[in-house]
């Protein structure tokens, strides 16, 4: 298992608990701790000199958060995403997008749209490098900001829950060549919709954007012997520059 070198200052069990939790997420959505694997608390606890219980409560965080698994009498594992697991996790962000685009454009001001062409700015300065950890960094920000200006208390705790599970899923993706030179160019496409006021053409400027991952994860997995192709709203061409991934199975 990786060895997290956590440092051993004096604090509270909920902040250590806190903290714990924080750098296992971190560690989990870059691939550092791979799917799968067994997370031990008594290693846990003896690489970051804590003792068991802030390692457990922190297990227990991280759970909640869909990011690891607890068997009984086969201890915590970091989950392995399906294709119906990242179906869900996308079906799910899709809607609640809608819902933060729509109420972003209608709260748009002077201050967000400053703080997105920060992230765009930075976004650009990265296209075409290789660093896949920055850039899903910064994609998650720009979302980020979209739930905060919507100013909707439990659309923002939703995404919180979904948020890891969306950067495991990104950062499996951050070889392809056109998420890494063409990401600034999707989000400044995001920005002026919103800046407009538009609250209907920011519902249809995120389906567009999240709706083509949604059909290629629903199409390759009803791929799978037994399924039935999906259809419906999200079912027609994806935008211009979107090119073929693969999942885990």
């Known amino acids: 298992m990786a060895t997290l070198n956590f440092p051993s200052e004096p604090a509270t069990t909920p902040a250590i608990s806190t903290l714990i939790a924080d ?17 031990k608390e008594v290693e846990l606890a003896e ?19 869909g990011l690891i698994e607890s068997q009984r ?17 996308y079906s799910l962000r899709i809607a609640i997008e809608r819902l933060a685009m729509e109420r972003c454009a209608a709260r748009f001001t002077d201050e967000t749209l400053t703080a997105m062409d920060e992230v765009i ?8 490098t290789t660093d896949g950890e920055d850039h899903v960094a910064l994609d998650l920000e720009f979302h ?13 705790r ?4 979904l948020r890891s599970q969306v950067a495991m899923f990104l950062n499996a993706r951050t070889d392809r060549e056109d998420f890494r030179s ?28 999240i709706g083509w991952t949604l059909r290629r994860i629903r199409q390759m997995r009803d791929a799978e012997p037994g399924q039935t192709a999906a259809s419906g709203p999200l079912s027609g061409p994806g935008p211009e520059g979107k090119t073929d991934f693969s999942l885990p199975r």
């Open 23 to 39: 750098r296992l997420r971190e560690m989990i959505t870059r691939g550092v701790l791979a799917p799968g694997e067994r997370l």
């Open 47 to 65: 690489s970051m000199s804590v003792s068991r219980g802030p390692v457990r409560e922190a297990i227990s965080i991280l759970e909640r958060d």
């Open 73 to 89: 009498h086969r201890g915590a594992r970091v989950i392995t995403l399906t294709y119906d697991d990242i179906e869900e996790v």
């Open 121 to 128: 700015d930075r976004m650009k300065e990265l296209a075409g």
């Open 144 to 156: 980020d900001l979209v739930y905060e200006a919507a100013d909707h208390a439990r659309l923002q």
């Open 158 to 161: 939703t995404w919180a829950l």
């Open 182 to 209: 063409s990401a600034w160019k999707e989000h400044a496409e995001l920005r002026d919709v919103l800046a407009s006021g538009d609250a209907p053409a920011s519902v249809a400027a995120i389906e567009k954007h």
